[in-house]
């Protein structure tokens, strides 16, 4: 697979038609690193003419941000807005909720404006624009699915039904858990949280969430965001279902079952 | 004689209004001691809020059996007051159901709808009282409420409960003294509810009859009086001040944080230098984020007064169901309880810093705002728009610009961020590593 930067296309004078946004968790967290090919791949499949920014992608500064560490979100957010203008970047895409929502609702006001996707609702405009197409009876046909919905796409971005439109093509059995959608309960991450270890307590977030996700009795828990996909998988190991219970991301669903 | 029980409902009416009117200025006083922040764009959405939130009661239909039980309360409050007016004009004016003649078959038809709405509002206080006490809902057990909260939700539904049956004997008292024809008791016809119960009062004279029905008048209405009075010293102001705060609710995506357009500055200057050179000098140093209530916005001191505790916050969030130390319903109440303290402070001393206090440490801990995954469940459950999220978040920047006071693992976080544009300690040459 040909991945092409950002400075590349701009040497030979081209524009791609998207940025995806890697993501710290993305570029560097092994687990992450897989949902990041498996998303490259379906782009490069679906024909997409896309561009990374490579080694010059930097944090967003969400989790400085919410730490109280204003200073370092400016800092990052305008060498981040800099470098994109630079380029004339339109339209970016990514994989992690968090660089999704600091796009689409923090940088505007600091001068960077763009059109941004999240993965979840640019697999589902794929889908419905014809340009993937699912393999009949796939691996999770007829199989239990329960989706996770990360904070920072539902309740701070009210996207609910794009990813679960997404996990419909699979064919497979969607649960719901016990809290889902605008009352679904976060993984424990958000915050800069995940940064750090919790502050005490009677157990962990992900711990109560993985026991939820695995009380629904499925054998795959959909999640969008690479730290939601950390915690969860921590969670359903201490729930001692790691062999039984897999956690993916709906890239890596999709990118097993597209023709 | 009648001119007395005039006059001594024009004063129990002036003191209960003047008390109030005192008290009332004084929250106001205290709101605005918070920093300012305009609220008044979109005027279209914020009276949709207004119209859906406060009077359409949409967020408590997330759990529709508590929601309609609250509806019958909250129409009760509001359309009873129809009735506190004849009330009031028959008290000043000396008349009785100075309505039944104007308004004819209408009148009738508007005390049995009083009357049906008074029996739902008991029902269901005494529901709610059930709730609380008996079957211990575990919002309601949270050791949040200890003390005067709890006490202060059980007085307020007693108070309904009791509110409800003096206007009930009242009627019932009133419609027996119709049937005897007793002179001054207008004749209206039957009321919906209270004439089934009026032959229980056959037993008494005409006078005993009277000394009910006045009774019951009297107490219901300095009841209303003293519980209008008690409204801005409890979590029942949120009748109130739901209003107001579902008009001026923040209307930005909920993931979307304030900006600091101080910061935003240096940052600018930093990266410019050109441009500070010929920046205007300040004199005033910017304070990061809040220590103390004076630093949060207006909205935030308001979100505090219109906090009814209902606890609906703390049982989403995922903090508080995992024993952690963080509540966002004690941010609320301890946030109302500090600026309680400041508004007593510039009472007595007219100066709100005489204590050497602040919200943060002497009310909220470290501990609680470091908790928060900032998930927003919180926002998005509380009926009344409070925005919990939105003061730990400013708490948190004084925290760490302020103070420097920031857990390890989250110092080194920065300094990565800082030095390696992530934050885990990679070199930015391996960030492209994922495609081989």
Not at chain 1, 141 to 146: A, H, L, M, R, S
Not at chain 1, 228 to 245: N, Q, R, S
Not at chain 2, 37 to 61: I, T
């Amino acid at each position: 697979m040909q991945i092409k930067t950002m400075a590349e296309y701009f040497a030979n004078g081209e524009t791609p038609e998207v940025l995806f946004w890697v993501g710290c968790a993305g570029s560097f967290d092994q687990r992450a690193q897989k949902i990041t090919r498996a998303f490259a791949a379906i782009l490069d499949k679906a024909g997409i003419p896309f561009a990374i920014l490579g080694k010059e992608e930097g944090c967003t500064g969400d989790p400085a941000r919410r730490a109280g560490n204003e200073f370092l979100f400016q800092m990052m957010a305008y060498s981040n807005i800099q470098l994109l203008n630079n380029y004339g970047v339109k339209s970016i895409v990514t994989a992690c909720p968090h660089c999704f929502n600091t796009f689409r609702n923090e940088y505007p006001q600091l001068g960077g404006t763009y059109e941004v996707v999240h993965h979840a609702t640019y697999l589902q405009q794929l889908i419905d624009g014809g340009r993937i197409k699912m393999k009949e009876g796939g691996t999770f046909k007829g199989k239990k699915i329960t989706y996770h919905d990360s904070c920072y796409l539902g309740r701070a971005n009210g996207i609910y039904e794009a990813p679960r439109q997404v996990l419909e093509t699979l064919d497979a059995e969607l649960v719901e858990m016990k809290r889902c959608k605008s009352k679904g309960l976060c993984c424990g991450a958000g915050g800069a949280q995940m940064f750090k270890e919790e502050e005490k307590g009677n157990t962990r977030v992900n711990f109560a969430r993985g026991h939820e996700a695995v009380a629904t009795d499925a054998s795959v828990i959909a999640a969008n965001c690479p730290f939601c996909m950390t915690m969860l998988t921590d969670g359903v190991k201490e729930a001692g279902k790691e062999e039984e219970v897999k956690v993916l991301d709906i890239a890596e669903m999709i990118e097993q079952n597209m023709q | 004689m009648q001119i007395v029980y005039q006059l001594l409902f024009l004063t129990a009416l002036g003191v209960a209004v003047w008390l109030f009117t005192r008290r009332a200025l004084g929250i106001r006083r205290n709101i605005l001691l918070g920093r300012n922040v305009e609220l008044n764009d979109r005027p279209a959405e914020r009276w949709k809020n207004l119209l859906l939130l406060a009077f359409g009661q949409k967020k408590m239909f997330r759990n529709p059996l508590v929601a309609v039980l609250h509806f019958f309360v909250y129409a009760g409050f509001i359309i009873i007051n129809i009735e506190i007016l004849e009330i009031m004009i028959d008290g000043l004016a000396g008349t009785h159901r100075i309505f039944a003649p104007v308004l004819g078959r209408l009148y009738l038809v508007l005390i049995g709808c009083f009357e049906i709405l008074a029996v739902l509002v008991a029902v269901s206080c005494a529901i709610f009282l059930v709730r609380r006490n008996i079957l211990k809902l575990k919002r309601f057990i949270s050791k949040d409420l200890d003390g005067w909260p709890r006490s202060d939700a059980n007085y307020i539904l007693l108070t309904e409960i009791v509110l409800m049956l003096l206007f009930l004997t009242m009627n019932a008292a009133d419609q027996a003294l119709q049937a005897r024809g007793a002179e001054h008791y207008i004749t209206t016809g039957d009321f919906w509810v209270t004439s089934q119960f009026a032959p229980l009062f056959s037993g008494l004279s005409d006078s005993a009859l009277i000394a009910v029905e006045r009774g019951a008048w009297w107490l219901h209405i300095l009841g209303v009086l003293a519980f209008l009075n008690y409204l801005p010293f409890s979590k029942h102001l949120h009748i109130i001040l739901a209003f107001p705060n579902a008009y001026y609710t923040d209307l930005r995506p909920k993931g979307k944080m304030e900006n600091m357009p101080a910061i935003q500055q240096e940052v600018l200057y930093a990266m410019q230098p050109e441009l500070a050179a010929n920046a205007p000098v300040s004199d005033t140093v910017p304070k990061f984020g809040a220590k103390d209530v004076q630093d949060l916005t207006w909205k935030n001191l308001l979100d505090a007064y219109a906090c009814t505790e209902c606890g609906r916050c703390s049982a989403a969030c995922p903090a508080t169901q995992t024993g952690k130390a963080l509540s966002p319903r004690l941010i609320m109440m301890k946030t109302r309880d500090r600026l309680e303290e400041v508004g007593r402070n510039i009472r007595q001393h007219g100066s709100a810093t005489t204590d050497n206090k602040s919200l943060l440490r002497d009310h909220i801990t470290e501990e609680e705002l470091r908790a928060c995954t900032t998930c927003n469940a919180c926002v998005e459950e509380c009926p009344v728009s409070i925005n919990p999220l939105h003061i730990i978040l400013q708490m948190r920047r004084h925290l760490v610009m302020e103070e420097s006071s920031a857990p390890q693992e989250w110092n080194m976080m920065f300094s990565n961020i800082e030095n390696n544009m992530a934050p885990w300690k990679f070199s930015p040459d391996d960030r492209d590593a994922w495609i081989q």
